[in-house]
């Protein structure tokens, strides 16, 4: 791996880390899916508005924190949506809306 990294410094240097303040402040980001039966019949199709991604990131970190510190957790896996539902979605700023 370090061997080839020299080639690519070029196409680094100069590039920002991330967005800028006022991106990720007023960023937005889509995401579309479909959710299909076994069978192949359409079962729920929607868009998820939200945030910038850096933005949700912090969002979600500091709500399962919160979370955790009122001792709001399950055993076992979760995901942050099986794990605190609508509201999870709701401190990140997001919006579902079912097509």
């Not at 919160?66 to 700023?93: H, I, K, S, W």
Request: one cysteine or more.
């Amino acid at each position: 791996f370090v061997f080839f990294l020299p080639c690519w410094l070029p196409l680094l240097q100069g590039q920002p880390i991330g967005p800028s303040a006022a991106e990720n402040d007023t960023g937005k980001a889509f995401l579309f899916g479909s959710v299909y039966r076994a069978e192949g019949a359409e079962l729920v199709t929607g868009r998820l508005e939200c945030p910038a991604p850096y933005k949700v990131t912090y969002l979600a970190v500091g709500h399962i924190l919160q979370q955790v510190a009122a001792r709001n957790v399950a055993a076992g896996f979760q995901t942050p949506t099986t794990a605190y539902g609508e509201a999870f979605l709701d401190a990140c700023d997001m919006t579902w809306r079912q097509l």
